[in-house]
């Protein structure tokens, strides 16, 4: 039987296996650190597309083409695809989804969505509702940046807080067959809200967030920090990252020693000039699908904390005056 642990999380009797991956990613992040980890990395950030929406469309049906393909599996064994990507009503992931024909489930996390859709593929999978489940998601510069902010065109000055939508997607095949990587357990965030409304600080909006889950999910799990070989979060950035840690030091956890961030990680800040770090649903699906993954498959990570973030504006929120809402979702993935 599968277990519920404490308030927000589940352990997994029957674990179900992260099966394989698949990225794609834009130029800037095919010149950046991880960029040679990446199955694709196009120097055409349109993919072929007239508009960056159909870019982004094309990115998520690729990478999923790419999980499915290294598997040895076709489209119509999957049971379920839950996607999701950051434009209005999930549009890049319609397109993405529209040729495999597989049933879908539209989601929006943010920039958490890849943990959001991880958790979902994972408890599908655990209670037999399907033996094969897609985990899909996307985010690109360009789209982002006409809906959130400003189209590139305008050539806008960007505050050193703000963070670089990264243009990916990341795919992942959960399901029963068994391999390296496996899905032991997920703790599912609560929306956490300090106030904030500065849309171009957005790791200062989702660090509480982050926070929130960490704690729940050590205490639900009766775990300490070092239990875990990295807590990975998604996409705080630098400025996040450092009011994780007080908010944590508060509380009396330092995760300094074992903590990793993938819009940290993603690009070379110095170089690239992307300010606070990477971020977009793409930034932690890539990072776990070409660089996460093969530390756990061979070992060199024995148990790792994924905890992708997500702050929860909309174009409407923000004209409206509204704060940005945080939110976190924590995958528990175990060498095996």
């Not at 399907?130 to 985990?135: E, F, S, T, Y």
């Amino acid at each position: 039987m599968n277990a519920m642990k404490g308030t927000q999380s589940i352990a997994f009797s029957e674990s179900p296996y992260l099966i394989s991956a698949g990225s794609v990613a834009g130029k800037k992040e095919g010149e950046g650190p991880l960029g040679k980890y990446f199955d694709i990395a196009s120097e055409d950030d349109l993919f072929g597309e007239k508009t960056w929406e159909l870019a982004e469309g094309t990115m998520q049906k690729l990478a999923c083409k790419l999980a499915l393909k290294n598997a040895g599996v076709q489209p119509e064994e999957v049971r379920y695809l839950f996607g999701g990507d950051l434009l209005r009503q999930g549009i890049a992931t319609s397109m993405g989804a529209e040729e495999l024909q597989i049933p879908v489930f539209g989601l929006f996390g943010a920039c958490s969505t890849s943990g959001e859709a991880l958790a979902l593929a994972a408890m599908t999978v655990a209670a037999g509702y399907g033996d094969l489940v897609l985990a899909a998601t996307s985010s690109h510069f360009g789209s982002a940046e006409k809906e959130f902010r400003f189209p590139l065109g305008y050539a806008n000055q960007r505050p050193l807080s703000s963070t670089w939508t990264v243009t990916g997607s990341g795919a992942f095949l959960i399901g029963k067959k068994k391999s390296r990587v496996r899905i032991s357990g997920v703790t599912i965030g609560k929306i956490v809200d300090y106030g904030l409304k500065d849309s171009q600080n957005m790791g200062a909006c989702m660090a509480p967030a982050a926070c929130d889950t960490i704690l729940q999910n050590l205490m639900d799990f009766g775990r300490g920090e070092k239990d875990y070989d990295r807590i990975i979060t998604g996409d705080l950035g630098y400025v996040g990252q450092s009011i994780l840690f007080d908010l944590l030091r508060k509380k009396g956890l330092d995760i300094k020693e074992n903590h990793m961030d993938c819009g940290m990680t993603i690009f070379d800040q110095q170089t690239q000039h992307t300010n606070s770090g990477g971020s977009g649903c793409g930034c932690a699906a890539i990072t776990l699908a070409a660089y996460i993954m093969p530390q756990l498959i061979s070992g060199e990570w024995k148990r790792i904390l994924f905890v992708p973030t997500g702050a929860l504006m909309s174009t409407v929120s923000f004209n409206e005056g509204e704060s940005v809402p945080g939110i976190a979702h924590g995958i528990v993935l175990e060498h095996c």
